[in-house]
């Protein structure tokens, strides 16, 4: 933490601020690069979308006046970015063919992120991704990639999972043992939800009703605590997680083994989980004291009755606290955020009975939504990573709530998301990574 005065320094010392290349003007985008282009030490030089005149919109309403709309000319806008202006370009692919010190992904898509961060990593550009579904299918051979060589590959902060790890980092460095950790979903979850469900909310939330639908049929949080499972190597004590209702003068009570009163078995170490009620938009760890004069301490602090405690971070501010990720890749070196391990895997169920011949629309659809279960159990059951679904045609039919195999579906094989699945499923099995 505490950046701004080390991006000053580089900026004196090289005679430019951090050079940003962002992804995707949408609603989020848009907000992001005019949270960086505040940033002291960072400037947003580039802006790609497939509708390039977003990309320029969203460089204007920044406060950005001297814009060149390069399109598909990524000559020109490589040198109006060595010459100091900011650019919009179509292709996201092409961002790291601009000098350009960082690209930041925030398309929402799956499979354009996981295309952008592949081919920043093979180019030797630090890339950071806000679309965590693309880290939860093929993260663990990006980071790979990038930690083989001198490319920092990061998921952002502001997100819940990054938050969470770092209420764990907190805790472990204090020497406390993380019993769980989490977040706080903002609604029950509603598996049978559907975009039809979700308009009227969507339009008054300025979202895409498949977007909102997401959250509401339980899929994001399945994928951002699958990733959290990944990035520590805790597991899902049980496939999906509890997903109880705590609040938050409950949950050092709650998320604790049952031999002591809580829920949990207690037997696979620290668990990664979620809960309903007030603890949203927050994150936690419930942690234990095993010291008798640590324990005596935190009581006398007021932290609560030992020796299980709550650590709560109560917001999570998602594209405004991103550039600290920036930050620390570009003076640092490091990543906030990585998937590291295949501890979970975030598969797919059927949220109806579905027929044979049915081409599937993608998550946050009529058609599946996302449950997390053991790495293992997934290999062992032949189960499709929810990311690799849209567009595959089902083969078999399929009951409300049953679990989507290889077999019941045709994947489309064309898709590179896939070929890079294939590729990390292939290096796990060989225990390379």
């Known amino acids: 933490m505490g950046y701004t005065k080390g991006l000053l320094e580089r900026q004196a010392e090289l005679g430019h601020p951090v050079r940003v290349g962002v992804v995707g ?89 996981a295309q952008i961060a592949y081919t920043c990593i093979t180019h030797g550009t630090d890339v950071a991704l806000m679309t965590v579904e ?7 051979l990006l980071s790979s990639m990038a930690n083989a060589g001198s490319t920092v590959y990061t998921i952002c902060r502001g997100d819940e999972p990054v938050e969470c790890l770092k209420l764990v980092e907190y805790a472990q460095d ?26 009227a909310e969507a339009a008054r939330k300025k979202m895409n009703p498949r977007m909102l639908t997401e959250f509401t049929d339980g899929t994001k949080t399945q994928l ?3 990733a959290l499972s990944n990035a520590t190597g805790f597991p899902v004590e049980i496939e999906g997680m509890h997903g109880v209702e705590s609040n938050r003068d409950q949950l050092a009570q709650m998320l604790i083994p049952k031999a002591e009163g809580g829920i949990l078995n207690g ?32 009581d006398y602090l007021k932290l609560g009755t030992g020796p299980y405690y709550m650590l709560l971070r109560p ?28 501890t979970t895997e975030v598969v797919a169920r059927a949220k109806s009975d579905l027929e044979p011949g049915v081409t599937l629309e993608g998550m946050g659809g009529n058609h599946y939504y996302g449950w997390a279960v053991p790495a293992e159990t997934a290999r ?14 089902l083969t078999s039919a399929k009951a409300a709530g049953e679990t989507l195999t290889y077999d019941d579906v045709r994947v489309d094989e064309t898709r590179p998301l896939v070929a890079m699945r294939r590729l990390q499923d292939s290096l796990v099995a060989r225990g390379v990574l």
Do not use: C
């Not at 668990?271 to 301490?297: C, I, L, N, Q």
């Not at 930050?327 to 590291?340: M, N, P, W």
């Open 380 to 393: 062992e059951q032949n189960l499709v990573p929810i990311g690799l679904l849209m567009g595959s045609e």
């Open 267 to 298: 037997d696979r170490g620290p668990v990664v989980e979620y809960v309903t009620g007030d603890v949203a938009p927050g994150v936690f760890a419930v942690v234990k004291s095993t010291s008798d004069v640590v324990t005596h301490e935190l």
């Open 25 to 113: 003007a949408g609603q989020m985008g848009s907000g992001l690069i005019a949270q960086i282009q505040r940033t002291p030490g960072m400037t947003v030089a580039a802006v790609a979308d497939i509708v390039v005149e977003k990309a320029e919109s969203a460089l204007h309403n920044a406060g950005v006046t001297d814009v060149l709309n390069a399109g598909d000319d990524i000559d020109a806008a490589a040198a109006a970015v060595g010459e100091g202006r900011a650019v919009a370009i179509r292709d996201g692919l092409n961002m790291p063919k601009l000098p350009v010190d960082i690209v930041l992904e925030v398309s929402g898509v799956p499979e354009i992120a």
């Open 134 to 140: 693309a880290d939860i299918t093929v993260g663990v």
């Open 174 to 199: 204090l020497g406390l043992e993380v019993v769980a950790v989490g977040k706080g979903k903002n609604n029950p979850n509603i598996p049978t939800s559907v975009p039809a469900d979700n308009e």
């Open 315 to 342: 917001w999570h501010i998602a594209s405004i606290e991103a550039p600290l990720s920036i930050g620390e890749a570009v003076l640092h070196r490091k990543a906030d955020f990585q998937s590291t391990t295949m």
């Open 224 to 226: 951002e605590m699958a």
